[in-house]
Every structure is written in C-alpha cells, then in structure tokens.
T-cell receptor, first 116, second 117 residues
Framework: AQTVTQSQPEMSVQEAETVTLSCTYDTSESDYYLFWYKQPPSRQMILVIRQEAYKQQNATENRFSVNFQKAAKSFSLKISDSQLGDAAMYFCAYRRGMDSNYQLIWGAGTKLIIKP | EAGVAQSPRYKIIEKRQSVAFWCNPISGHATLYWYQQILGQGPKLLIQFQNNGVVDDSQLPKDRFSAERLKGVDSTLKIQPAKLEDSAVYLC???????????????FGPGTRLTVL
C-alpha cells in the first residue's frame, strides 16, 4: 500500500528566509502524481504545487518549488522569501496515475510558523 | 470561476442529533469528494462520486453517515445520529476528472466545522 510521510510536525522560519518541508512516499508504481496543499487557519485546503512523476523537471510556482527525487521517493517543498501569509499546515499528497478514480493518500502535515 | 461552495460553515449540535452538509462543486466538475478532517490530522476520504454514481465509500460509516449526489451536481452529506467523535471539519472537493488519464487535481471548499456536544 502507498504511504506518505512528513517527518517534520512543525517548522519555523524567519520572514524573508527560505524553508524546506520534507515529504517521502512509498510506492511500487511508476506513474503517479504528487501534490502539496496548504491549509491556513481558515481550514480551506489550497493547492500549492503538483508534480507528475513522469516529468523530470521540478515544478515551480512563483516562490514555491519542489525537489522531486524519484529514485529516493522524496518530494520536498521549498518556500523562498517566506511571508507571514505562508503560515499554515502543509500537506503532501500522492495519487496513483492512469485512473482518475484513485484516491489521494495524505501525509500527516507540517505546521509552518513564520517569525516576523 | 467560482470555487467549491459549502454550507453551513459552522454547526454545533448535541450527540444523537442529526446534521446535514451541502456542497456545490465547481461547474463542470464530474468528480466530488467528501473528507473528514479531525484536528491535527490529514483529511480522510469518506466518499467519492463520479457524476451521480459512487466510486468509493469504503471508509464511510454507513450505519450513521449517508451521502447523495442527485443529478450529478450538488451533494449532501448527512450524519444521523451524531457521536462526539464526529466533531471535525468536513471538506468537500471536486475535480474535473471524467476520463481515464487525468491529473485529477482536487479543489477544496472552505469546509464545515462540526462540533458535537
């Protein structure tokens, strides 16, 4: 069975600095998708970035980028120039490819604190 | 483009009472999901619909939870009777997945925070 592990329950970073959140996953599949979601105190889950496993190039979205290491089954999120609005829970999620009916497998989340 | 809508945003009930949540997905999205998220945990999938058919309800406590998606658009999730351990945020999400291969990115609503006393 697929699993997703976020080993950092909580991380803190100084405003304007860079922080990296870790995520590892376990799968025997070769075709899958990986996601990072952000959940602020309002509890709305917001998609931050996604990565298709068949793409070697790391996904980027403005200040957010990933380091996707397929062989190591690692999918870390780097947030550059941290802002107070980045404070939230961050969840890593995995989904098998090929069939859109496969459900998301979620990590336990990492709480990100931004120090002003 | 309007996002996923949910109501109510907050609900407080006593145990053994009934409660219903409503979700309106993004227009044109074929797949709809209901999640339960207990504080400090990741979301847990309760049920997944594709159009008006159930794809996966393996983690839905069917003795007390029910969900429907009539006409393949809006959906309602009901709990009857509620227990203390049902206190959680109930998230609705939708995706445009209606074909075999899809990134199936899920977009979430604001959630309904349920407190059972």
């Amino acid at each position: 069975a697929q699993t997703v592990t976020q080993s950092q329950p909580e991380m803190s970073v100084q405003e304007a600095e860079t922080v990296t959140l870790s995520c590892t996953y376990d799968t025997s599949e070769s075709d899958y998708y990986l996601f990072w979601y952000k959940q602020p105190p309002s509890r709305q889950m917001i998609l931050v970035i996604r990565q298709e496993a068949y793409k070697q190039q790391n996904a980027t979205e403005n200040r957010f980028s990933v380091n996707f290491q397929k062989a190591a089954k690692s999918f870390s999120l780097k947030i550059s120039d941290s802002q107070l609005g980045d404070a939230a829970m961050y969840f890593c999620a995995y989904r098998r490819g090929m069939d859109s009916n496969y459900q998301l497998i979620w990590g336990a989340g990492t709480k990100l604190i931004i120090k002003p | 483009e309007a996002g996923v809508a949910q109501s109510p945003r907050y609900k407080i009930i006593e145990k053994r009472q009934s409660v219903a949540f409503w979700c309106n997905p993004i227009s044109g999205h074929a797949t709809l999901y209901w999640y339960q998220q207990i504080l400090g945990q990741g979301p847990k999938l309760l049920i997944q619909f594709q159009n008006n058919g159930v794809v996966d309800d393996s983690q839905l406590p069917k003795d007390r939870f029910s969900a429907e998606r009539l006409k393949g658009v809006d959906s309602t999730l009901k709990i009857q009777p509620a227990k203390l351990e049902d206190s959680a945020v109930y998230l609705c999400a939708s995706s445009s997945a209606n074909r075999v291969r899809s990134t199936d990115t899920q977009y979430f609503g604001p959630g309904t925070r349920l407190t059972v006393l």
